[in-house]
């Protein structure tokens, strides 16, 4: 394979994104570990994750305006250079001085900090990344599908290696190297992903004028980004209802499950949910890379719509155990190919030149979207009982699908440019075969061939 095969093959793109989401899942394991170790107090794990949650759903608003900026690729590698610093310093700080709980959230705040746009970053390589492997139809679909199946394998693998670590050498700050190592990986990755992948166009004189000042040139391109989320059916369609869903799933993994499994005498189950859940996510995506280009979107969305509202039904109705594990294998399975092409079809109707700015405020909504339904049913399985909890989470999930199913801008899914009018307010963008959004007839400077 030449040199520009490497460049612009998939396997150096997944390669990168694989090793930072390794580093991220083990890391998920040794912290909350470290920080139970080192301060003894279980509300100090929680208060870390509630801080570096807010850091990365306030600093999600503003990484567009980064992204849309800066070249993409470079953007994606410095981040994972400064997390794996980040991470690196905390082993330090404790072979010299001894960790506490300010250290964990001033490092775990600039981790979040600069993963954040690293991520946005990172995402939005992958529309050229389908074009430069021929420009397919189904490129896109099949490059979205395999990257969320390795996701989903991570996402089991990285927290298992986390626990393997410890129970072999011990819960040692000195593990947190390992996560370092990783995001180091994934930053030189990524720096030999063909340079195309990240050019940014230059902007025009008018948006770089002096007279308009930085910070009101900023604001002014946040609030186009967020006036075209808002406006755009298919992009708003797709972020309201992954938010929901994630909400949804991430009270039934934090909350619901436990509660449900202690109070059945089988705490050790609810690990065994999380675990089926994973599986089906993997099967799920994998299927749908495997059938790119030969089942129709809108199947897989009525499949994973339809599964989704049955799973959750079957868990809200807390019948037996053995059915909430067979739910939450069913709601991974239908759930991956649906999440999949709801991130297709928001890249597929995004222009690129506003590309990191819609995704940063979508990754905002979504991180910060837990937080609408994790605690308020938590109260409700305290005060009013866990069925309650579940029915509750079932009827929000369950009316989520069903109006997701019933909507018209989702019941066709194969040219969704073509189908949401805002994408006419945007005359001047090509978009491509494989449906990637270019804005080269407005910024006439073409990309170098050489990629410099």
């Not at 003894?40 to 570096?52: E, F, H, I, S």
């Not at 967020?226 to 972020?239: D, E, H, N």
């Amino acid at each position: 394979m030449g040199r520009a095969n490497v460049r612009s093959s998939a396997l150096v793109y997944l390669g990168s994104y694989g090793m930072s989401l390794l580093g991220k899942g083990i890391a998920s394991v040794l912290m909350p570990l470290l920080v139970l170790e080192r301060t003894g107090d279980v509300l100090a794990a929680g208060l870390l994750a509630t801080v570096t949650t807010a850091a990365s759903a306030v600093v999600g608003v503003l990484s567009g305006l980064l992204v849309d900026r800066i070249d993409r690729r470079l953007v994606s590698s410095a981040a994972d250079v400064l997390a794996a610093m980040s991470v690196a310093v905390l082993p330090i700080v404790d072979s010299l001085w001894g960790l506490n709980m300010t250290w964990f959230v001033v490092m775990a705040v600039i981790g979040a900090l600069v993963r954040v746009p690293g991520m946005t970053a990172h995402e939005t390589l992958l529309p050229v990344m389908a074009r430069l492997r021929g420009g397919q139809k189904q490129a896109l679909d099949s490059l979205v599908a395999t990257r969320e199946t390795l996701s989903n394998v991570l996402l089991l693998a990285g927290p298992g290696l986390g626990g393997a670590l410890v129970s072999l050498f011990g819960l040692t700050s000195a593990l947190l190297y390992l996560t370092a190592a990783t995001s180091l990986c994934a930053a030189l990755l990524t720096l030999v992903i063909d340079p195309r992948a990240g050019h940014i166009a230059p902007r025009t004189p008018d948006e770089t004028a002096p007279a308009k000042g930085a910070v009101r040139r900023a604001v002014a391109d946040l609030a186009v980004s967020w006036k075209f989320l808002a406006k755009s059916r298919i992009v708003l369609g797709a972020t309201l209802i992954s938010a929901m869903f994630v909400a949804a799933i991430s009270s039934l993994q934090t909350t619901l499950m436990p509660a449900y499994f202690t109070q059945e005498n089988l705490p050790s189950l609810a690990g065994l949910t999380l675990s089926a859940f994973g599986g089906g996510s993997v099967v799920g995506s994998a299927l749908y890379a495997a059938s790119a280009g030969r089942v129709r979107r809108r199947t897989w969305f009525v499949i994973g719509m339809i599964g989704t509202l049955v799973g959750f039904a079957a868990i809200g109705s807390m019948a037996a155990p053995w059915l909430v594990l067979g739910a939450a294998a069913l709601i991974g399975f239908t759930n991956a190919p649906a999440t999949a092409i709801l991130g297709v079809l928001t890249i597929e109707a995004t222009p690129d030149d506003m590309r990191g700015r819609v995704l940063g405020a979508q990754n905002a909504l979504l991180l910060g979207a837990p937080a609408l339904t994790s605690a308020p049913l938590a109260a409700v399985a305290s005060g009013a009982g866990l069925p309650l909890a579940g029915i509750i989470l079932a009827v929000l999930a369950a009316g989520t699908a069903i109006v997701a199913l019933g909507v018209p801008t989702f019941r066709s899914l194969e040219s969704p440019a073509d189908e949401d009018p805002t994408s006419q307010a945007h005359p001047h963008l090509d978009v491509t075969e494989a449906g990637i959004v270019t804005a080269d007839t407005v910024r006439p400077e073409p990309v170098p061939a050489s990629g410099r």
